[in-house]
């Protein structure tokens, strides 16, 4: 008898493994990072594309046509660099979005983020950005990362990786002038060139001394600051949603190394859907 009832146990604790193994898996949640380059030119980062008008009836529809090839993902959310006090992450800002705001605002939040959730049919966009506030670390020592350079005698080094970014941006701008904006994001989202390597960042690793690691902080603090904008997507994301995140072009690595490797996350390719929009 018992030798049945531990062959019954036996039995019924394997159904129960292999049901357990058999249940699905959560859908994996798809982002697809859009890199952008800043149309507003608020002249913010250390290298600043200078932008032509994207309010001229030409670039609006270039712009609509990266809308239309971005809608091909289907995307079920829409995040943007901009910073949201709200619990839920939600942009107030993108209930107030009609035509009359497409056709005065060149802000890519609005151009590109604002216009795709709009053509999705999506009730909300998220605004993910992460800012130093008071008492949390700087983001982008830079200035210490300079001071440290020349008291070590190592500014020609921290000028020199700045000189590669610098003379990409320069050969960008002038790209404007005989590309459309979807030949343009393709540029600030090629991963075999500039956006896809950390040259800049990693390079400085080496401005420091043993008591004051600059470059490994200057690092650091940018690791951070993308880790925690993907952190926020992380709060609103669900399971089988499909994320568009539109940011800065420079954030680009950081967001899809998160998207590769977080359990639960795939990361898409953006490039396929703006090769339709060219």
């Not at 506030?133 to 210490?144: A, K, S, W």
């Not at 941006?169 to 459309?180: G, I, L, P, R, W």
């Not at 998207?259 to 996350?265: H, S």
């Amino acid at each position: 008898m018992r030798g049945a009832i531990k062959a019954v146990v036996l039995a019924c604790g394997l159904i129960g493994a292999a049901a357990a193994q058999a249940a699905p898996a959560d859908p994996p949640v798809e982002v697809m990072v859009l890199g952008t380059y800043h149309f507003a030119n608020p002249g913010l980062d250390l290298n600043n594309v200078k932008a032509d008008s994207v309010l001229t009836p030409q670039r609006q529809q270039e712009l609509q046509r990266v809308a239309d090839a971005l809608l091909r993902f289907r995307p079920t959310r829409v995040m943007v660099e901009m910073e949201s006090t709200a619990p839920d992450l939600t942009v107030a800002d993108y209930q107030s979005f009609d035509t009359a705001m497409l056709a005065s605002q060149p802000n890519e939040i609005v151009q590109i983020g604002y216009r795709t959730a709009k053509l999705a049919g999506l009730a909300q966009v998220h605004g993910i950005d992460e800012q130093s506030g008071e008492g949390e670390p700087d983001y982008f020592p830079y200035g210490r990362l300079q001071a440290t350079a020349a008291r070590l005698g190592k500014t020609a080094q921290l000028d020199n990786l700045n000189a590669g970014v610098a003379a990409w941006v320069k050969d960008f701008d002038a790209a404007q002038k005989t590309s459309s904006i979807g030949q343009l994001l393709m540029r600030m989202n090629d991963t075999s060139g500039l956006q896809g390597g950390m040259e800049p960042y990693y390079g400085a690793l080496s401005i420091g001394d043993r008591d004051d690691q600059t470059g490994a902080d200057f690092n650091a603090g940018w690791y951070l600051r993308n880790a925690k904008i993907f952190a926020k997507l992380m709060l609103v994301a669900r399971p089988g949603d499909r994320v568009l995140v539109v940011y800065g072009g420079g954030h680009g690595f950081w967001l899809r190394h998160f998207a590769r490797f977080t359990p639960g996350y795939r990361d898409v390719d953006v490039m396929p859907y703006l090769k339709a929009a060219r």
